[in-house]
């Protein structure tokens, strides 16, 4: 599950921008039982989401400045939390295509193992 709750740190991106391992795994075992595309597609989606996010957050450590909420404590997981949101919207819209190629590749790749494992 993803924690809303957690402080983002000097270290890296706050606790709810990590991938969650645990479904990872999940999907992964999901898929090779035979989940449908449509499924694979959500996933891919997840990770493209995922994706866009953490590009958005770099980009946006490289500018100088304030940044989009000044420098008010806290403005930092009120950014993250922007980041997140257009990550999702973004990821939604397949404007980037990354969820679309991911799925067909993880689709064929099961498909050819269950080809093999005939």
Not at 1 to 12: K, Q, R, Y
Not at 23 to 40: A, C, H, M, P, V
């Amino acid at each position: 599950m993803i924690d809303d709750t957690a402080a983002p740190t000097e270290l890296g991106p706050p606790a709810w921008n990590q991938l969650d391992t645990a479904r990872l795994s999940k999907t992964r075992e999901d898929l090779e039982s035979g989940q449908s595309f449509q499924e694979i597609l959500e996933s891919a989606r997840q990770l493209e989401s995922y994706f866009i996010s953490t590009l958005l957050e770099r980009m946006r450590a490289t500018l100088p400045g304030e940044g989009l909420f000044g420098s008010a404590p806290g403005s930092n997981v009120y950014e993250g939390m922007f980041d997140r949101a257009m990550g999702e919207h973004l990821a939604k819209t397949g404007q980037f295509g990354l969820a679309e190629t991911i799925a067909r590749q993880v689709a064929r790749q099961v498909a050819q193992n269950e080809t093999l494992n005939r």
